[in-house]
């Protein structure tokens, strides 16, 4: 029998743009790019040099921290470029692909007869194991980091986010195989929404998660089922990597390749999109664009993506590239004293709330106000379905209490789990930010 867990807490954000069913084909790439930044926590060591020749499977760059820990190339073809930023950090690996696309042969595996260590090492040998996060912390993890348990989160909640059920149509085969190979390291758990097709996984426990936003995320789902506790680790697969993991034992062969949403109110036609982890934005969004000028796109979603340009890459944890207005250009007639039918209020502050919940929003991303040096009391915990205290453990980190945050569950947070607090944030705190560099500090001062 599923277990099913109901939230009251949190918001939906109904954002005019969301991804349609349908699939659309894309333009060649003529150069891809793995990005350390996107892997949290990982201080990276490039191994190749300009003018490599890799295949698709090849290492381009490892954890410095960590050098079992290593990172593939999506395609095959020649190291073009490495981008360095101040203080020589890596920003990105560029290459230029073949015509004909080379893998490196990791031979195929049946997951049913190896053992979590085995597999452990074929994730490392093909350098996808640093797909793989962690909690405490929020980061990408290492071999030596033993969970107690695995936690996937097949449900994606957030305001224009992309619909996994989308994702696996033709990817269910691999989807199984990658989750059974997560049971074999630790017990895993699989969150799902209602009428999810994926209720009936095998190999794992599968909780349907009912409720507003973030019922998605998969800090909220592990809060509900096993909390983390000082001295303990979880970690947590984005369920792309799962597929990923499941056609490198399936086919023997590192296939990064996900369906991303194009989605956004700034986009001509919202849909989905194949596209291999680096692929420049450019191609993604080609002809899609509405406008060129005073629009804001977003590797992610609105609440927690990454603010990017069209000469940025695809992310490896990014499941949709959205394309809102910036709002620098409004020219609102007498401001906030119209009564705003067509903006979204939490409050009743706008006659919007008598429209109807269904109504799509276009909204900017406007924060519509400055910083204010107070929290309101009751604020966060409306829409924060977590058994935390979030208003005192963000004061926490702001004055820098460390033995405060762990007393308030810091271990069992990641930023991403105050992201709809933070859109409802009266004082416009900039919360994941605080919670990401409170988490950096607490890592460092236990290494």
């Known amino acids: 029998m599923t ?12 954002l005019k743009g969301k991804a349609k069913g349908e699939k659309l084909s894309i333009g060649k790439a003529r150069e891809f790019a793995l990005v350390p930044e996107d892997f949290t926590g990982v201080t990276p060591k490039v191994i190749v040099h300009e003018g490599d020749k890799v295949k698709a499977g090849d290492v381009l760059f490892v954890n410095k921290n960590c050098p079992d820990v290593r990172f593939a190339s999506p395609v095959s073809g020649t190291v073009t470029a490495i981008v360095r930023g101040d203080r020589r950090k890596v920003l990105c690996v560029k290459v230029e692909p073949d015509e004909v696309q080379q893998f490196v042969d990791f031979g195929k595996k049946d997951v049913q007869t190896l053992d979590g260590d ?3 090492s074929s994730l490392l040998e093909a350098g996808l194991f640093g797909y793989i996060n962690q909690l405490p912390y929020a980061v990408s993890t290492t071999p030596g980091a033993k969970p107690k348990a695995i936690f996937v989160s097949a449900l994606r909640d957030m305001p224009l986010a992309g619909d996994f059920e989308v994702e696996i149509k033709g990817n269910e085969k691999a989807f199984q195989t990658g989750l059974t190979a997560l049971s074999k390291i630790a017990k895993t758990y699989l969150g799902v929404g209602e009428n999810s097709s994926l209720v009936h996984a095998k190999d794992v426990d599968v909780t349907v998660f009912s ?32 597929i990923f993991f499941g056609r490198l034992f399936d086919e023997g062969r590192v296939d990064l390749t996900r369906t991303v949403a194009v989605a956004g109110s700034e986009v001509s036609h919202p849909a989905y999109v194949d596209a291999l982890v680096g692929t420049p934005l450019r191609v993604i969004l080609d002809g899609q664009l509405k406008a060129t000028e005073h629009v804001r796109i977003l590797n992610g979603n609105p609440l927690t993506g990454r603010k ?37 209020s939490v409050n009743r502050s706008y006659f919007s709330w008598m429209m109807g919940k269904k109504r799509e929003y276009d909204l900017d991303a406007r924060i519509k ?20 205290y979030g208003e005192y453990l963000i004061k926490a980190i702001i004055t820098g209490d460390i033995d405060r945050q ?13 992201a709809v607090a933070e859109f409802v944030d009266s004082s416009k705190l900039e919360l994941q930010k605080i919670v990401r560099n409170g988490l950096d500090i607490l890592r460092k001062e236990n290494a």
Request: hydrophobic residues 40%.
């Open 406 to 418: 762990e007393q308030l569950g810091i271990y069992e947070v990641s930023p991403e789990d105050f």
């Open 3 to 14: 277990n099913v867990v109901k939230l009251r807490k949190g918001l939906n954000i109904n």
């Open 308 to 344: 990017s340009t069209l000469d940025d890459y695809l992310g490896a944890h990014t499941s949709e590239v959205t394309v809102i207005p910036e709002g620098d250009n409004a020219d609102e007639f007498m401001g906030w004293i119209l009564p705003r039918t067509k903006q979204f």
């Open 118 to 120: 085995a597999v452990v």
């Open 211 to 242: 409720g507003p936003c973030p019922a998605g995320n998969v800090g909220v789902q592990v809060n509900h089922l096993d909390p983390v506790n000082k001295g303990e680790v979880v970690w947590t697969v984005d369920p792309t990597a799962v």
């Open 369 to 388: 106000g400055g910083e204010r040096h107070m929290i309101m009391s009751g604020e966060y915990d409306k829409v924060l379905p977590m058994d935390i």
